[in-house]
């Protein structure tokens, strides 16, 4: 059993930055593929960001291709999504999720979210 635990998230304006944090505990980090969801008030989940249990890959939808970066620290069982220039449409509540396959096929276990919110 894996625990995922989201934080980082807070309020910021429109041109701003955040670091969000997920932190893994109860399984071998370095084998899951680790991805970040976002739920906006309204809208379905969308995909954000991806990154291999290797950290050699990466993934990132468009929406937030080149402003977004994912990485992980794997000795602090913990994965990280920097988001830079962010936009009100960015504000949603982000979660990160694990999966043993890549590029994943379901997850197996899912973190309870952190808020960001964007004013303008």
């Known amino acids: 059993q894996v625990l995922l635990v989201e934080s980082g998230g807070g309020l910021v304006q429109a041109g701003g930055s955040l670091t969000l944090s997920c932190v893994a505990s109860g399984g071998t980090f370095s084998t899951y593929t680790m991805d970040w969801f976002r739920r906006a008030p309204g809208k379905e989940r969308e995909f954000v960001a991806r990154i291999s249990g290797s950290g050699s890959s990466t993934y990132y939808a468009d929406s937030v291709k080149g402003r977004f970066a994912i990485s992980r620290d794997s000795a602090k069982n913990t994965v990280y999504l920097q988001m830079n220039s962010l936009k009100p449409e960015d504000t949603a509540v982000y979660y990160c999720?694990?999966?043993?396959?890549?590029?994943?096929?379901?997850?197996?276990?899912w973190g309870q979210g952190t808020q960001v919110t964007v004013s303008s």
């Open positions: 999720a694990a999966s043993k396959y890549y590029p994943p096929r379901g997850y197996d276990y």
